[in-house]
């Protein structure tokens, strides 16, 4: 059996809750009008009673069936004399004196009765019985029901053809998500969006649907471009060493061409097992498969261990590197190795975009029992538009230059992976032209 759609369900369960509500509602009218016609008639039965009796004792003729009493008169033995008897009453049925009662027939006819005992001028008693039929007084709530019974069919079907198309309108949004959804896998077309404007729930739905989809439009992008970026990163240097080998099988013979050609190729092979080694960090990361390997390091001797090994660097371009330590306790718990990646990385970024005869100043300091490495250059800087790029992979600010600068776009994202793998965080600030700032943060694990 085919799934109802959504938009019958909803319709049908209105028109069910209207047909339940509407009954009610109608069977509480019923009985209230009906209540209320009956008290209004046991009165005039009572009235009618009354008014007879002064008729009979002054003499005077009265009719047998006024305003929807009937009359009857008995003697004092109680037999019927005279009077209007509604169809099917028991007229023999018992008298009592001054008492509203009700009589109910085998045929479920209900009768209201009342009986006065009178005395005439000549001494004898006799008996007075006003009655009235229920078949007169539910006559007014028989009505209602009818009418109730034509109209409210058709009220019924006129809502729920109402109901039918507002709850159609309402659910337009929904069949375009689904729309949406079905278009994406289909196609491919992860760049579609919802694009809905309401704010209601459905709207909201749609909206986080939609920055869903942008974030993972994103992470595709990203991921595409990170494949392409290995190939590129890798097939220059590959080029390099096929270009400086073949160079080399030509020119066996001249010893020191095939020297600097082999310092060529070994270069570039640093080059390439650098971009594996960063890979495999990054990539182990995002498998979840990076284990810290943590040690007490005394992390001020460290850092000039790693500013010695970079010297000779600095030195080519006359930047001074410098470090200022505010700390008292110099030890923390930390993976060495990376951390000594970090620090080579940033200091190797600032003297690599460092100005001639600039400098990179390294002040290290407690911030709330975590290790704060501050490292500022007075280098080329990053413009606003480029900062928040410098953590993804393979970004380079500038291809052209940064070719020559042995870049690979790796170095920040894995200084920020090794920092929050280490429950820290890393900030940079930077102006074009005037310099950069870093500021790392290390928990003390
Ligand atoms: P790489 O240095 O190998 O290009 P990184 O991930 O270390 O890769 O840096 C990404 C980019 O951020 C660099 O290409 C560079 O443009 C910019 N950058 C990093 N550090 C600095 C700095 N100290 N001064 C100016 N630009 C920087």
Redesign the pocket.
């Known amino acids: 059996m085919k799934a109802l759609s959504m938009k019958l369900k909803i319709t049908i369960g209105y028109t069910i809750t209207l047909i339940l509500f509407v009954i009610g509602v109608l069977f509480v009218i019923v009985e209230i009008a009906d209540d209320a016609i009956l008290i209004n008639e046991k009165e005039q039965l009572v009235d009618e009673v009354s008014d007879a009796i002064q008729d009979i004792q002054k003499g005077k003729k009265f009719d047998y069936f006024d305003d929807n009493v009937y009359l009857i008169l008995y003697n004092d033995k109680k037999e019927y004399i005279d009077g209007g008897i509604p169809e099917f009453f028991p007229v023999d049925s018992e008298l009592y004196n001054g008492k509203l009662r009700k009589i109910k027939t085998n045929d479920d006819i209900v009768y209201y009765v009342y009986d006065r005992s009178i005395v005439v001028e000549n001494g004898e008693t006799m008996w007075l019985r006003g009655v009235i039929s229920d078949m007169n007084y539910g006559k007014m709530g028989r009505f209602i029901l009818h009418i109730a019974f034509i109209i409210l069919p058709i009220l019924i079907v006129i809502s729920t053809i109402i109901a039918y198309f507002i709850t159609g309108k309402a659910l337009e949004p929904v069949k375009k998500i689904q729309e949406t959804a079905e278009n994406i896998s289909q196609n491919n077309r992860l760049s579609l969006r919802i694009g809905l404007k309401g704010t209601d729930e459905i709207g909201k739905l749609a909206k986080t649907i939609d920055n869903m989809l942008e974030k993972l439009e994103n992470a595709f992008v990203k991921e595409k471009r990170f494949t392409s970026d290995v190939a590129h990163e890798l097939r220059t240097p590959i080029s390099i060493i096929m270009a400086e080998s073949e160079y080399n099988i030509k020119h066996e013979d001249q010893l020191s061409e095939m020297k600097e050609s082999m310092k060529t190729i070994n270069k570039q092979i640093g080059k390439m097992s650098s971009i594996v080694e960063q890979l495999l960090t990054l990539s182990r990361a995002d498998y979840g498969n990076v284990k810290l390997n943590l040690k007490y390091i005394d992390v001020e001797k460290k850092i000039f261990e790693v500013i010695e090994s970079i010297q000779e660097k600095a030195n080519k371009k006359g930047i001074k590197i410098q470090l200022n330590s505010n700390l008292d306790n110099k030890i923390f718990k930390l993976d060495e190795l990376m951390f000594e990646r970090v620090i080579h ?1 940033i200091i190797e ?2 003297i ?2 460092g100005i001639e005869n600039g400098y990179v100043k390294i002040v290290l300091s407690l911030d709330k029992d975590r290790l704060k490495i501050v490292f500022e ?1 007075n ?4 413009s606003n538009e480029n900062i928040d790029k ?1 953590w993804d992979r393979f ?4 291809k052209s230059r ?1 070719l020559n600068r042995d ?7 894995m200084v920020k992976l090794i920092v929050e793998k280490h429950q820290g965080n890393v900030k940079v600030s ?1 102006k074009l032209g005037v310099g ?1 700032t870093f500021t790392i943060f290390f928990k003390n694990l």
């Open positions: 990385n970024n600032g690599k975009y250059d280098g080329i800087g990053i410098i970004y380079v600010v500038d940064s870049s690979t776009g790796l170095g920040l994202s930077s950069t």
